[in-house]
């Protein structure tokens, strides 16, 4: 499974950079998502990296202030998140995706980690 950090209660306008690391395999070849599930709301989908191939997927409600970024050396995905408001606050899970592409971004997913808190308040 993955271990998600990096979340916090932020300012709205403020920026927080999330960090997913798997627990005992590899990122290679692997195609990781982030999503993220509000209060009251189902799990939604976030963003996805190929990381055999670079290729990555946001939803539409992502495009413009997330970037998911993989770091092969550290064996970490990234999620970048600027200009954030009190509609981001949930928490925010990594897990691989069976299907990451420019166009897709499709189950089953798999290797859920614990999450990570993201609050955005003034």
């Known amino acids: 499974q993955f271990v998600e950090s990096g979340g916090g209660l932020v300012q709205p306008g403020g920026s927080l950079r999330l960090s997913c690391v798997p627990s005992g395999f590899n990122l290679d070849f692997e195609k990781m998502g982030w999503f993220r599930q509000a209060p009251g709301k189902e799990r939604e989908k976030v963003a996805c990296i190929n990381s055999s191939d670079g290729e990555t997927h946001y939803a539409d409600s992502a495009k413009g202030r997330f970037t998911i970024s993989l770091d092969n050396a550290k064996n970490t995905v990234f999620l970048q998140i600027g200009s954030l408001n009190v509609e981001d606050t949930a928490v925010y899970y990594c897990?691989?995706?069976?299907?990451?592409?420019?166009?897709?971004?499709?189950?089953?997913?798999?290797?859920w980690g614990q999450g990570t808190q993201v609050t955005v308040s003034s």
């Open positions: 897990a691989t995706s069976a299907y990451c592409s420019t166009y897709m971004f499709e189950g089953p997913y798999d290797y």
